[in-house]
């Protein structure tokens, strides 16, 4: 381990993984707001302020198994230094930046994955993996999108009969009301699962230099720091991805909306409470395209969705390569 490190590189490296964070969710504020705000429920400033305060309320509700898994089970805590972070987050936020310059909804989660064992793999080779965390991660990619898919599409099936016998207008009316629930539900799992990624980064960072003692944990002033980064990233929206999401792939009704974001969340629940770091941009994305095929298969813009599952499957080989040039560049820069 490298214990050698200094305070304000310390300090400066937390800073950057707070920034991490911060563009987690302005990226990713699209996951949570896109349904509320393409039903037009909510105007979209009033969804990020709404989105945002469910983000940071997120840790009274759940554990954290995720970031325990990011922390340990990703790369071995033995090989991280300093430089393996900050070129893990270096592959992350780049990565970020080029999809949300482009309005892609990629995986914030899995360009940090990608960043952790792409920098990882620069220092130590493929010892540097946790195989058994990085196989439940790659499964997750499968597993996620398609599970917030078929409960998706179940929950339009179960809306759609016990609403045959009431009007439009009424279903529409009661949805955008529950739409409310159901979109602080997204968030709250949203801020579960995603906030507790980085917190995961900066306790193993904080471990490796001998700052927590014998055993791995997340103080709890690391909860409160990257919870409130990622609320404040998504008061800033991410707009480009939010009309992506929100208008591009189908064309959503409120009652759609619910579907979408209680599919979505019910995911997002399971996975937090078991570790498991899925992708909440992969999650929310099945849902979407879950609620237009259950009303007809041509409502889903398929080569638009098609576009986005393309973006999924470079993510962690395109933030892992970013990652490893900045790992390398580093020690050319330190000789």
């Known amino acids: 381990m490298d214990t050698a490190l200094g305070f304000p590189v310390l300090v400066g490296l937390i800073a950057v993984a707070l920034l991490f964070d911060f563009l987690n969710g302005l990226h990713d504020a699209a996951n949570s707001i896109a349904t509320i705000v393409s039903t037009r429920v909510l105007r979209p400033h009033y969804a990020v302020f709404w989105a945002a305060f469910f983000n940071f309320v997120a840790f009274a509700v759940f554990g954290l198994h995720v970031a325990t898994t990011i922390g340990t089970g990703i790369i071995e805590p033995s090989i991280v230094d300093a430089n393996v972070i900050f070129a893990a987050l270096v ?10 310059g482009l309005g892609i909804p990629s995986s914030s989660s899995h360009a940090l994955i990608g960043g952790l064992v792409g ?3 620069a220092k130590a080779g493929l010892s540097a993996a946790v195989w058994s965390g990085l196989s439940k991660t790659v499964a997750a990619i499968v597993l996620s999108p ?5 409960l998706a599409m179940v929950l339009v099936a179960i809306v759609s009969w016990a609403s045959v016998r009431s009007t439009p207008f009424a279903v529409d009316r009661a949805f955008r009301i529950l ?8 968030s709250l799992g949203h801020g579960g699962n995603d906030a507790q990624k980085t917190m995961g980064i900066v306790a193993v960072l904080l471990y490796s230099q001998g700052q927590l003692g014998a055993e791995f944990s997340v103080p709890f002033w690391v909860v409160l720091a990257c919870q409130a980064s ?6 800033m ?6 009309r992506t999401m929100g208008l591009r792939i189908t064309k959503l009704t409120p009652m759609q909306g619910f579907c979408a974001e209680t599919g979505g ?3 997002l629940f399971m996975a937090t409470f078991l570790g498991v770091p899925v992708s909440t941009t992969h999650t929310i994305t099945g849902a979407i395209i879950g609620v237009g095929a259950a009303r007809r298969a041509s409502a889903v813009r398929w080569n638009v969705a098609g576009s986005i599952v393309y973006a999924w499957v470079v993510t962690i080989p395109a933030s892992g390569l970013v990652a490893a040039f900045a790992y390398w560049a580093v020690l050319m820069l330190r000789r």
């Open 91 to 100: 592959g992350a936020i780049v990565w970020n930046l080029i999809t949300w």
């Open 119 to 121: 920098a990882g793999m």
């Open 146 to 150: 398609l599970v917030g898919f078929l």
């Open 179 to 186: 739409q409310f629930a159901s979109a602080s539900l997204y």
């Open 230 to 235: 990622m609320a404040l990233g998504t008061l």
């Open 237 to 242: 929206g991410g707009w480009r991805i939010v």
């Open 265 to 267: 969340a019910a995911t």
